[in-house]
């Protein structure tokens, strides 16, 4: 039987985005069931993250995104439009938000389809790949299909279901974990934070013998 480990993903990461890579290949390397457990993004969980005090924080980000994104040979550009509503002066959250809880619940749904890791490796990529007005036209459909998926039938259970309920589940056990940020890697009740920790997570999945044949 597979060992779980839990993928705690935001769609507004940057550095989410940089992991889908190793999320996919993870699987593919050991053991391991990856589970999807989508969160909102941090400025929606604490909007006083990125206040202007703290705004050092977002710069050293869109310093530091471009450059990884650079160094593992991936497209890289913020999206547009931003998943999340922000003022990026005052850092003012808007209170209707028509696309993170959308994405987020949309992911949710790929997961209980059993293409989690895949969707948003997909997605992630109209994203922060630079393609502009993702929301639009067949954007979305299209890299549904790519992930396997229908995405009208996946509006249509995000239209009737319990997902934002499981996106809250998800934040407890983020918290719960020891860790607040995404990507954040759990295996053994044990965090692994950020999209660079992959190498620590694979470790430790040694140390457990957990490495395919």
Known sequence: MAANVDVYWSFRSPYSYLATPDMLALADKYNVQVNLRIVLPIAVRAPDFFNPENAKRGRYIQLDWPRRAEILGMAHAWPSPDPIVQNLETFEIAKEQPYIYRLSKLGVEAQRQGKGIEFTAQVSKLLFGGTKDWHLGDHMAQASAR????????????????????????????????HWG???????????????????????LDQHKLKRA
């Not at 995404?182 to 430790?204: A, H, K, M, S």
Request: aromatic fraction near 10%; charged fraction near 30%.
């Open 147 to 178: 992930a396997g998926l229908k995405l009208e039938e996946m509006e249509r259970a995000i239209d009737q279901g319990t997902h934002l309920q499981e996106i809250e589940e998800n934040q407890k056990q983020l918290e719960q974990s020891g």
């Open 182 to 204: 995404v990507p954040t890697y759990v295996f053994n009740n044990e965090p692994f934070f950020g999209q660079d920790r992959i190498d620590l997570l694979c470790w430790r």
